[in-house]
Each structure stands twice: as C-alpha cells, then as structure tokens.
C-alpha cells in the first residue's frame, strides 16, 4: 500500500469541514480556516482524512509522524512476506546420465532454498515424434530428487516443443 498524497495545512480549500481533534473526539463543523488556525494554535497540522465525505473529515495531527507510522507498518508488513521465485532446470531428451545428476543436484539446492523449480525437457526436430523420452527423462530427474520436492497431483505438459512439470519443495 503506498501512501497517496493527502491534503494539508493550506492545501485544503474547502468552506466547510468536519473537525476531529488529535484524540479522536469530534469537533463539529466548521470552516476550513477557524480549523486552520485551531491546528496552528496546537502546532500542528490539519489533514484532510476523507476527502470524498460531504462535508470533508479533516483531523488534527501530527503528519510527520503519521507518515512515519504508516511507513513503518508497510515495512513490518513487508518483512512478514516469504518471497518464492520459480528456478528453471531444462533438460533434453538425449541427456546423459551424470549431466542429468548434475541438473538434478542444481534442482536439490533450489528446492532446500525453499524455490520452485520449472523442470522443462525441450525437443528439437524429429525428437518430437518421441514424447516419451522427454517423460522418461522426467520421470528419473524426479526420482533423483524425490526426497527433496514433490510434483504434486502435476503431470508433465507438452507446451510447444517443451514438455513441462513443475516441482515444490517437501514442506518440512
């Protein structure tokens, strides 16, 4: 959420608002101006809170600090989100067996840093008469890593001339 800019001090040019005090109590309605010099009097400043209401909400605070705590809780908010990015492995349906390990062992260290992993086998030319290599190539890619990221309920899909399956890490 990113704060919009909201009206204050002498930006607000309506005749009449509705006042309430810093401690939240109603101050009635009154013109923009007698808010004004009401705020300054307490040296602080008069923010238009709903701008949309008939008469405007206006209220008494300090906006230095009530753009600071905003600030604050959007970071606090921030911290709480657990970002997962989706890695990419593509293989071939040719594949050599200590290359496939290699893809494998890459996938693993994806997989325990809490990733998705893309797995992705790409067919070039006559391979793709024989979509059954690239699932027999997935299918021990996942046996190789089983301990460490399920596909789910997920079977491999031909999207164009890749075939596709995306793997989640194990919840520990």
């Known amino acids: 959420?990113?704060?919009?800019?909201q009206q204050i001090n002498e930006q607000i040019r309506d005749k009449e608002i509705r006042l309430i005090g810093e401690e939240g109590e109603q101050l009635g309605i009154m013109s923009a101006k007698d808010a004004q010099n009401l705020a300054s009097s307490k040296n602080l400043d008069l923010v238009k809170i709903s701008p949309n209401s008939n008469p405007p909400v206006c209220k008494i605070m300090d906006y230095g600090k009530y753009k600071y705590e905003i600030a604050k809780k959007e970071k606090e908010s921030k911290k709480k989100q657990k970002v997962i990015s989706m890695k990419e492995v593509r293989l071939?349906?040719?594949i050599e067996k200590h290359d496939l390990e290699t893809k494998a062992n890459m996938a693993i260290k994806f997989l325990?840093?809490?990733d998705k992993v893309k797995v992705a086998v790409r067919f070039r030319g006559r391979e793709l008469g024989h979509k059954e290599m690239g699932v027999q190539?997935?299918?021990?890619?996942?046996?190789?890593?089983?301990?460490?990221g399920t596909a789910g309920e997920n079977k491999p899909r031909l999207e164009?001339?890749?075939?596709?399956?995306?793997?989640?890490?194990?919840?520990?």
């Open 137 to 148: 190539v997935i299918e021990k890619f996942m046996e190789i890593i089983k301990d460490h």
């Open 92 to 94: 071939r349906p040719v």
């Open 160 to 172: 164009g001339n890749t075939m596709v399956l995306m793997v989640d890490p194990v919840k520990k």
């Open 1 to 5: 959420m990113i704060i919009k800019e």
């Open 112 to 114: 325990a840093a809490g």
